[in-house]
């Protein structure tokens, strides 16, 4: 195959499922964590997330809040072919939270909680990777 082939080849379907199933599967994570963290009262979240109680509530709401943009940002537009790019930037923002989340939590002696981000982390870069260079999405045409 000369390589003006291998540049212009289509993505494989496996490929283009995974990708799905990984934005699929981050939405729903991001978007369902951040909206426990946006309306449960902070004694309730402290109980199941003990951060919440040390932390002040503007801190645990803007961590909600970056939740849910992630979880929008890493579908919705690829899903509306609408700025699919803010899917790149989503994944790449969910990535650098779940570093920072790793990080946060084997500081406070939480490794136990730790598998969750790396799972988390390794999606987003699989989508961060696929979407920027692999399978990306083209923008619709008004």
């Known amino acids: 195959m ?42 309730q979240l402290a109980a199941m997330m003990p951060f919440a109680g040390e932390y002040s509530e503007t801190f645990v709401r803007s961590v909600a809040l970056v939740d849910l943009a992630g979880g929008i940002g890493i579908l919705l537009p690829a899903l509306t072919r609408i700025l699919p ?12 939270l779940q570093v920072f989340a790793f990080v946060f939590h084997i500081s406070r002696g939480e490794a136990a909680t730790t598998p969750l981000n790396l799972v988390l982390l390794a999606l987003a870069l699989f989508v961060l990777w696929g979407r920027n260079s ?5 923008p619709r045409q008004f």
């Open 2 to 43: 000369s390589t003006t082939t291998l540049e212009t080849a289509t993505p494989g379907r496996a490929l283009r499922i995974g990708l799905w199933t990984a934005q699929i599967v981050l939405a729903f994570v991001f978007i369902s964590a951040g909206f426990v963290k946006l309306t449960t009262p902070i004694l």
């Open 85 to 96: 790019r803010l899917t790149v930037l989503a994944a790449l923002g969910c990535s650098v």
């Open 134 to 138: 692999k399978a990306p999405i083209a």
